[in-house]
């Protein structure tokens, strides 16, 4: 295995890793964010000279390069009309062209983050396992297992890995039957794949209306989502995305399967949704109850044709790596106080709940290296 080109080559990389202090699982904004604090505490990489006698920490990514999630947005949308990309700490993204693709320019910038903050990011490392090292003993190191079979023991965990991997395909009946194309945001692509199709348009989520927008000038759309959608007229402020992460904290801290900060913000009417809503494109229409092979159909009766359905219906938290340390709750949810784990002081999540999207990540991050400190300064003191 070796380092990331963004990182100063070692040939040990994590052979000679021994067991580590923390290993921070996906190298998104995140896990950018708390590699990032975890420098400033003092953490170093394993292979570092100056390492001995100091706490030690990596970053697994299981991408090939930098940008997490970023590098997979789809190739239409542009940093003039992509959210909010929320600098991580200590370096402000440099001023780009509004034209270039979010997946150019945001990973080029997370290259440039790992390099200026020395991070030690290894990759592609994808973690497909972590659990006790010692089932018997809750403070024992934890067993990180990579898809290529490699190990690494970790003091603690603060995993990253979003949501992107995870995305969620509800089922409605008829679904196998349909004879035309189904697809995920995940898979979307450009705009012009549907040039004179209809397509079906699922979800009420700012990447369903965005996707909608811009479909809809190529082809004939329909809309539906399960609730109707709340829009807002004006700006969002920082203090409104404040009370959103509030709302979803509030879920993770009772046990309950987090809810997505957008669901509880609305839907900005920006100008490119203002356009798509004078040509009539925002005209919702709640969920069918079935799909045909010809497209999807109602209780009343009402039928559309479809050449495509695309599935903006969102993502789960990509945790099943983290299934052996059982952390999940009967009815789905993990029981958080802030970052930490409560039935697990051993693992940090960041990129969970409220801090699934960029309002909370960089906040997470810091408070994820607090956490992991206050853990390992209350761990007995190594035998000599």
Not at 27 to 56: I, K, M, N, Y
Not at 324 to 331: A, F, I, K, T, V
């Amino acid at each position: 295995m070796t380092l990331s080109p963004t990182t100063a080559p070692d040939p040990r990389g994590l052979d000679d890793a021994g067991t580590v202090d923390v290993a921070v699982v996906g190298a998104g904004q995140a896990g950018l964010s708390a590699a990032w604090h975890l420098r400033r505490r003092g953490f170093v990489a394993p292979w570092e000279p100056a390492a001995a006698g100091r706490r030690t920490f990596v970053v697994l990514d299981g991408e090939d390069g930098p940008g997490g999630a970023w590098r997979h947005r789809w190739k239409s949308l542009r940093m003039a009309t992509v959210n909010k990309v929320h600098d991580p700490p200590g370096m402000a993204l440099p001023t780009v062209d509004p034209a270039e693709p979010s997946r150019d320019a945001v990973p080029r910038y997370y290259a440039a983050y790992e390099r200026e903050a020395d991070l030690p990011v290894v990759r592609p490392a994808r973690v497909t396992r972590v659990e006790s090292s010692r089932p018997d003993d809750g403070a024992s190191p934890l067993r990180v297992t990579l898809a290529d079979g490699r190990t690494l023991l970790a003091r603690t965990l603060v995993n990253a890995t979003g949501t992107w991997t995870k995305p969620f395909w509800p089922y409605y009946p008829g679904q196998e039957t349909f004879l035309g194309r189904q697809l995920h945001t995940a898979d979307y692509v450009r705009a012009e794949d549907f040039a004179g199709q209809h397509v079906v348009v699922v979800g009420g989520g700012i990447s369903a209306v965005q996707l909608l927008a811009e479909i809809s000038e190529v082809a004939t759309t329909t809309w539906v989502t399960r609730r109707e959608p709340v829009w807002r007229d004006d700006e969002f402020t920082q203090r409104a995305g404040h009370d959103a992460v509030a709302l979803v904290d509030e879920r993770v801290r009772a046990g309950l399967p987090p809810g997505s900060v957008v669901s509880v913000t609305g839907l900005i009417l920006t100008p490119a949704l203002r356009a798509a809503a004078a040509r009539g494109v925002l005209v919702r229409r709640p969920m069918f109850d079935r799909i045909t092979p010809d497209g999807v159909a109602w209780a009343d009766g009402t039928e559309q044709h479809a050449d495509a359905i695309l599935w903006a219906t969102g993502f789960r938290a990509a945790l099943d790596h983290l299934a052996p340390l059982h952390l999940r709750g009967p009815g789905g949810g993990i029981v958080m106080d802030g970052t930490r784990v409560v039935g697990e002081p051993r693992v940090q999540l960041v990129g969970y709940g409220p801090s699934a999207s960029t309002i909370g990540a960089n906040r997470a991050g810091r408070d994820a290296a607090r956490e992991v400190s206050r853990y390992l300064d209350a761990l007995p003191a190594p035998a000599k």
